[in-house]
DNA sequence: GCAACCAGTTGCAATTCGCAATCAGTTTAG
DNA sequence: CTAAACTGATTGCGAATTGCAACTGGTTGC
């Protein structure tokens, strides 16, 4: 897990000797629109079931990389609370791209689907109202108060929604 | 290569199936912004060095995932031309704001970074023209005259005055 | 004819992946 | 107080993937 190999300076090679693996993005992903914060939450409680050993790998050069943060979690000796980095909130056009490929091209099924649509459909405007919400619960960022519903909420309840209402 | 073991319906989940290795994008990327179309091409003319076996593995893949297509190239019993179908060409905004994020954070090179810089100030409008040279050179679309040189021509002699005025 | 070029393929060693079991310390339930 | 459950990992091991180098069978240009 040295960084000595690296291929070329170009910003997309140096991105993908980062962040391309099947995995890497996946947590990103549970971070920032499943308010995953600890290693049992993205351990159990993602789609995909990834293994203990690749998450702990992941988490380790993600840390290393500066994409998020580690820290104790006061009620918990043992819990540690993993924030995104604004470096890391930073990928979430990278993602809001990705899920609008992928919900175009690709075998969506609906209820997972839903947010990528509500996320394409928003824009970059959308996106710049989540990662404001992002740098609040991940960096203790103030913010100005908006009114109604967060872009996190309503992308929570139009998922509920799907998924009850089938 | 079997498709069988599909992780979850989720929009980023199946674009990281697809896409989420260390190579898979930078052929993509070669075939935008480096005019590759040939094997050759692809294996010797990037920066990383791919190897062959896995250079006709990735190709492979993006031919069955409907990423690329090949056919005969009419000057050359041997040679292919492979071309990016719409699918691949519209995951240039995935390849946009990944170039955008490792520009801003990662130790990109100056003329590696030079395409990144102007591609993200850019903007999506430049993205949208951009996909529509792609269009004409990869799908033979008829495209509006514009005036002036094309986005790709721009790109490129950016990185050329980069290169030769250092 | 022959060297260079073409798109791959093959063999093999090294690395990575993925699963299951395990570990040691911490908290909680009874 | 004790036992069970929970915490963030670590370990062992077989399987799959990767990366390098050599090679194949054919085509083209001189």
């Known amino acids: 897990m040295t960084d000595a190999h690296q291929r070329s300076g ?6 993908l000797e980062v962040l391309g693996d099947k995995w890497s993005l996946l947590i990103i992903r549970d971070m920032m629109f499943g308010n995953r914060r600890h290693f049992r939450e993205l351990l159990t409680k993602s789609e995909e079931g990834i293994s ?3 998450l702990a790998d992941r988490l380790k050069t993600l840390l290393e990389q ?12 043992q819990k540690g609370i993993y924030s995104l980095t604004e470096q890391g909130i930073e990928l979430l056009p990278v993602l809001a791209q990705m899920a609008a490929w992928g919900y175009k091209y690709l075998p ?23 990662m404001d919400e992002l740098r609040e619960s991940h960096l203790g960022a103030k913010r100005r108060r908006r009114s109604g519903p967060s872009v996190g909420e ?11 209402g089938r």
Chains 1, 2 share one sequence.
Not at 10 to 15: F, H, K, M, W
Not at 66 to 77: A, G, L, Q, S, Y
Not at 154 to 164: C, I
């Open 10 to 15: 170009c910003p997309i090679n140096l991105s």
């Open 66 to 77: 500066r994409i998020i943060t580690r820290e104790d979690d006061p009620t918990h000796k």
């Open 154 to 164: 309503r992308l929570q309840a139009a998922y509920e929604s799907v998924v009850n």
């Open 108 to 130: 969506v099924t609906e209820e997972l689907g839903i947010r990528a649509r509500l996320l394409s459909e928003g824009g970059p405007k959308m996106w710049t109202e989540f």
């Open 52 to 54: 203990s050993n690749i």
